[in-house]
């Protein structure tokens, strides 16, 4: 494939979009110059991923996929990708082809998800199932999912079986995750008496929840910048370091994710406070609830399960600043974190190429939105 082609105008040395200031010319050889950041990476990987990826007709059908993708959203996992890549050499063309299957493959989560949780908005827009109506919305999904795949047929035969396996683990994990996820949903809210494990067969432990966010959402990330890793020729210790940083740092985001819901500013988040609250959705924060709590607090916390007035979200916090949750989940989020960077120090390669690595974990993390 002609690699000019490919990259399109980022490779004519036009002027990134957004910043003319930075011109996006083919990326160098490691030796020449540090890493790009993340807010470059994500211009050159926006130049060619705002095309269109699907044909005219039917056209219900094709628009209803092509609309998702004009929602916007950070592209946080195909720029990892990129930036596993470029951590070990100049960018493969390859790894353009991997990171828009990595982003169609999550947008197909998305549209299944949103259909699944029923929720009408995502990005403050109609969701697809709501715009076009819920057996389009499961086919456009279905047919993202097949163009990422087509995507990934495009990689060159050396990398192809690797960047495979790779890809259909992760993706079998993601679905693992969200039928847990789902399961969770029915278990029963109850207060262990045996630590934070719990009962398995009735309530959700912290372990539980842990390893269904582990599969759910960051295996994505971890896997996201291993294919980008093996593309830019590094070796299986160093993909696997920075698998671990990757799932690492996406549990220490949902944390953070947790956090915001309860405790966030509503106009820097973008969400409605207490939104986790009032859908009795199973976080970090109510699951050490109801492990830390007194028994009058559990009681209270179980019986506000059962209702959605007006006084629950506020009743709610109220425990869990009781319950000092707050300070617990910082606490918690940097303890992945530094699990994280334990990972991203040991993968070998020269301090200053993890710099855009350690800014974007940083900026994930301390984000109040």
């Known amino acids: 494939m002609n690699e000019k082609n490919f990259i399109g105008d980022t490779y004519s040395g036009k002027k990134a979009l957004g910043n003319p200031s930075i011109v996006l010319n083919k990326v160098p050889p490691s030796g020449?110059?540090?890493?790009?950041?993340?807010?470059?990476?994500?211009?050159?990987?926006?130049?060619k991923f705002s095309n269109r990826h699907f044909p005219q007709h039917p056209e219900m059908l094709y628009n209803a996929a092509q609309y998702l993708l004009t929602l916007g959203g950070k592209r946080i996992r195909p720029v990892m990708c990129l930036m596993g890549n470029e951590l070990f050499d100049e960018i493969?063309?390859?790894?353009?082809?991997?990171?828009?299957?990595?982003?169609?493959?999550?947008?197909?989560?998305?549209?299944?998800?949103?259909?699944?949780?029923?929720?009408?908005?995502?990005?403050?827009?109609?969701?697809?199932?709501?715009?076009?109506?819920?057996?389009?919305?499961?086919?456009?999904?279905?047919?993202?999912?097949?163009?990422?795949?087509?995507?990934?047929?495009?990689?060159?035969?050396?990398?192809?079986?690797?960047?495979?396996?790779?890809?259909?683990?992760?993706?079998?994990?993601?679905?693992?995750?969200?039928?847990?996820?789902?399961?969770f949903a029915q278990r029963a809210l109850q207060r262990s008496s045996d630590g934070p494990s719990g009962d398995k067969n009735n309530s959700v432990s912290f372990e539980d929840y842990v390893s269904m966010i582990r599969l759910k959402t960051s295996v994505l990330l971890g896997a996201s910048l291993q294919a980008g890793a093996l593309l830019g020729g590094a070796g299986t210790g160093n993909q696997q370091h920075l698998y671990e940083f990757g799932t690492n740092l996406g549990i220490a985001?949902?944390?953070?994710?947790?956090?915001?819901d309860a405790f966030g500013d509503p106009e820097k988040f973008g969400k409605k406070q207490g939104g986790d609250i009032m859908a009795n959705k199973k976080t970090f924060l109510l699951i050490q609830a109801l492990h830390s709590g007194t028994p009058s607090q559990v009681e209270e916390l179980q019986q506000l399960m059962q209702t959605n007035d007006d006084n629950k979200i506020p009743r709610v916090l109220n425990i869990y600043r009781a319950c000092n949750l707050g300070d617990w989940a910082k606490e918690l989020k940097q303890s992945y974190?530094?699990?994280?960077?334990?990972?991203?120090?040991?993968?070998?390669?020269?301090s200053a190429r993890k710099k855009p690595l350690e800014e974007l974990a940083t900026y994930l993390l301390d984000r109040e939105i």
């Open 337 to 350: 974190m530094a699990q994280a960077m334990v990972h991203l120090e040991e993968t070998a390669v020269l």
């Open 253 to 260: 985001f949902q944390v953070q994710d947790d956090y915001l």
């Open 92 to 183: 493969n063309p390859d790894t353009f082809h991997v990171a828009t299957a990595i982003e169609l493959f999550h947008n197909f989560t998305l549209i299944h998800d949103d259909i699944m949780d029923k929720a009408p908005m995502r990005r403050g827009m109609q969701t697809v199932h709501i715009k076009y109506g819920e057996a389009t919305a499961l086919l456009s999904g279905d047919v993202m999912m097949v163009v990422a795949y087509e995507y990934l047929n495009k990689v060159n035969r050396e990398f192809i079986h690797r960047i495979l396996a790779l890809f259909n683990t992760m993706a079998k994990q993601v679905c693992e995750g969200q039928q847990l996820d789902m399961e």
């Open 32 to 47: 020449t110059r540090g890493p790009h950041s993340f807010r470059e990476l994500s211009q050159l990987f926006d130049t």
